[in-house]
């Protein structure tokens, strides 16, 4: 079975497939129909990237919705993929088939997501919307689950592996699990009661190897056949020659360091050497991208660093930079304008960019828990994985860099020669697993204790664990529920969920922090900004920053002048979390200065973090803060309740309170807000009188921002109105010369 026309599916379908340039299969997919996954049999496919498992997951979706057999359900683990096989799937709306996604709110019911035939969710929204109970669910014929090895992981695994347990107890549908190669994907298949069909096939042959001295030693895996490559040394910097190797073949390259700090300082080393790679015409379309992501007067330096680097051909990518720097990276890495991205493993796990060599130069990680550690095979793999790129590359390549032939020797024995550690379960965690017990309650999905232990049955904790040792967790979540009153056991030895339990599981936020809540804004009739904002960064759910050596004297001095307003004790400068304490008065301090309007660039500068780090902080708390607000409503605490509001419009905006009224205007944000301001224009009621000239004249504004303030103030616009563009201080680059030389001047 070799060509599609041979495949038990709608000849609409493999015509419309054969019109985007796919006619053959590759030989895991062959293996994959074979299975019988095609008349709804379970499957786990273990193949490396670029592999083909995606057309197998959407044939088979295809296959049940024009069967009748319901919906479809994609689920991935990153709002990021979402995004992209969502606009991946839009190809087949020339079916008939409609294609929704969701990644947002939490406490969205999500009903409109009902009526398409492919819904795409992140795993996080899909067990919101179980907690929700949507009527919609019970209409899915088909589950797709990407990345399933990701269970393995301690975030993000234990919601991907209960909303698979939920589902299964609740429907019992057919499911097509798609995973990288690891070591016991027989495992996964067996308690998915599934087929295996387990691969290292790649349509772009892999090279693993090690670099030394001006050599790299491959492995071609697939055909067992060792190679020698040898790197001219035509420049100082050393990395630049294994880049430029490739470079000169007409290739991109991807390079993995361990921090964010190095994929700036290596960005930057390496950016001279590329300016000859680059033709007029894609320097042109680089400056354009420079332009939107560093040119803004106010922009963060780390974002006039990226723009600069990204006119001269590369760029740095990590989390700390916002949605829009990184989508703009992606997408000219896509096209081919960019050459070089220096990432860190993040990029890996992340959206599909494929690059003909991959250099891992940092096999090693840091933590300030764990020090310096190595970096499992696993994640090595997900990173060579994304060497060849389909369609460009008759090859790929995958990089290490060892400093002596002592570590050269170990890399290729650990890392080239290896196989993946085994994954495991991570629903042993504690928060985890009190979290989805009470969210199966809640849903009336279990109510007693044998349908709790029936759920559990379905999850892979269950299938390689001790009985006893489950149980035992079991039974510690449930005390725990108890003891927080967020269940109460009945007469008839069934449990049944508290109004405090039920908005606590809506509110998707951890049992603790609920408990937390309730307990503080219990114990404290009044509080400061700085109170609630700590208590938000003091709860398990809000994602903090870390504090430097160099940042503990000041973040001190700053506890000891709020130390009044403080609702948590602090622990002991001995204590084992003291320095998770001071990392959320940092933390604290940022989501007080972005309500203060404090700009972009002072805030990443003052406190030595990325724009996306800021806009991660400040979503996760404002989603808190009207979390906050639920639990003192439930909890019958009304005295808090506006100012949390308050607080929660603040972060939403980034603003103080005195110009809350106008930047709930659609295309007012903080600085044209405070440009109203300042201009004398305080409120809805002054914006209606002022003459739409005048308003059009003010810096941030002009005629189309004045024309829409006035249409949402139900004002009729005259056509008459005089243009008048709207008038800012930001910067430019006027040519390739000038943007390059002040990149070099730095």
Not at 10 to 30: A, D, M, R
Request: with cysteine; hydrophobic share 40%; aromatic share 6%.
């Amino acid at each position: 079975m070799t060509h599609l026309e041979e495949l038990a599916i709608n000849k609409k379908v493999i015509s419309h497939l054969q019109s985007l340039g796919i006619t053959k299969l590759f030989p895991p997919q062959e293996q994959a129909f074979e299975t019988g996954v095609l008349e709804g049999s379970n499957l786990v496919l273990a193949v490396p990237t670029s592999s083909g498992k995606t057309l197998v997951a959407e044939i088979c979706m295809l296959k049940a919705i024009l069967d009748g057999r319901g919906k479809a359900l994609y689920l991935v683990p990153l709002k990021s993929l979402a995004r992209e096989k969502y606009a991946d799937f839009k190809k087949y709306e020339a079916l008939g088939i409609t294609v929704a996604m969701s990644v947002g709110d939490y406490d969205s019911p999500g009903t409109k997501l009902g009526e398409a035939d492919i819904i795409v969710l992140t795993t996080e929204k899909a067990d919101s919307l179980v907690r929700h109970k949507v009527d919609w669910i019970n209409d899915i014929g088909i589950i797709v689950i990407d990345e399933v090895h990701l269970i393995n992981d301690p975030t993000r695994g234990p919601t991907l592996e209960m909303v698979i347990a939920k589902l299964i107890q609740m429907l019992g549908t057919q499911i097509v699990a798609l995973s990288a190669t690891i070591s016991n994907a027989n495992d996964i298949a067996d308690w998915l009661d599934a087929a295996l069909v387990k691969s290292t096939w790649r349509p772009v042959p892999l090279s693993e190897g090690v670099y030394l001295d001006g050599t790299i030693d491959f492995e071609n895996l697939e055909t067992n056949q060792r190679s020698i490559k040898h790197i001219p040394r035509n420049r100082k910097e050393e990395l630049a020659d294994v880049v430029c190797d490739t470079l000169d073949e007409s290739g991109q390259v991807l390079v993995f360091v361990s921090s964010r700090k190095s994929t700036i300082a290596t960005a930057k080393r390496l950016a001279p050497f590329l300016r000859k790679y680059l033709s007029d015409e894609i320097l042109k379309h680089l400056i354009q991208i420079a332009k939107k992501i560093g040119s803004r007067a106010s922009a963060p330096e780390i974002s006039k660093t990226l723009g600069k680097l990204v006119a001269s051909g590369i760029a740095f990518h990590h989390a700390g930079l916002d949605n829009n720097e990184r989508a703009l990276v992606e997408d000219a890495f896509k096209d081919n304008l960019l050459k070089v991205i220096v990432a860190t493993p993040t990029l890996a796990a992340g959206v599909n960019l494929p690059a003909r060599r991959v250099i891992i130069r940092d096999y090693r990680r840091f933590e300030q828990s764990r020090g310096s550690y190595p970096i499992p095979i696993l994640e090595y793999k997900q990173m060579a994985g994304r060497a060849g790129r389909p369609k460009y590359d008759k090859y790929g390549e995958a990089v290490l860099i060892a400093k002596t032939e002592h570590e050269k020797d170990n890399l290729v024995d650990h890392y080239v020669l290896s196989d993946p550690e085994d994954i495991f379960s991570k629903l042993i965690s504690p928060s985890a697993l009190r979290s989805h017990l009470l969210a199966a309650i809640t849903t009336e999905l279990t109510n007693d204790r044998k349908e709790i232990d029936g759920l559990i049955s379905n999850t892979f904790f269950a299938c390689t664990d001790e009985q006893q040792k489950i149980d035992h967790h079991v039974s510690s979540a449930i005390e725990f529920l108890k003891d927080g009153k967020l269940i109460k056991t009945t007469p008839s030895e069934s449990y049944t969920a508290t109004a405090l339990g039920t908005r606590t599981s809506r509110l998707y936020i951890n049992p603790q922090t609920a408990i937390m809540f309730r307990d503080i804004l219990s114990q404290f009739e009044t509080h400061t900004i700085f109170g609630i904002l700590h208590m938000i960064c003091h709860t398990p759910d809000q994602p903090v920053t870390y504090v430097s050596r160099s940042e503990i004297e000041d973040t001190e001095v700053f506890i000891e002048n709020h130390i009044n307003e403080v609702m948590i004790e602090p622990p002991d400068e001995l204590d084992t979390t003291y320095t998770d304490f001071l990392g959320e008065v940092k933390t604290t301090r940022i989501l007080q200065e972005w309500i203060s309007e404090t700009t972009e660039k002072d805030i990443t500068e003052r406190y030595n973090v990325g724009m996306g780090d800021v806009h991660r902080f400040v979503r996760s708390a404002e989603w808190l803060i009207y979390a906050a607000s639920e639990i003192a409503r439930i909890t019958n605490n009304p005295e808090h309740i506006s100012s949390l509001r308050g607080i929660r419009s603040r972060l939403k905006y980034g603003v103080r309170s005195d110009i809350l009224e106008l930047v709930g205007l659609r295309g007012i944000g903080r600085i044209r807000g405070r440009m109203l301001h300042n201009q004398g224009l305080h409120n809805l009621t002054e914006l209606y009188h002022v003459p739409i000239e005048e308003l059009a004249r003010i810096p941030t504004i002009g005629t189309t921002i004045a024309e829409s303030i006035k249409k949402q103030l139900g004002v009729e616009i005259k056509s008459t109105t005089p243009h008048i563009e709207p008038t800012d201080e930001t910067g430019d680059y006027d040519s390739i010369q000038t943007l390059l030389e002040d990149f070099e001047s730095k």
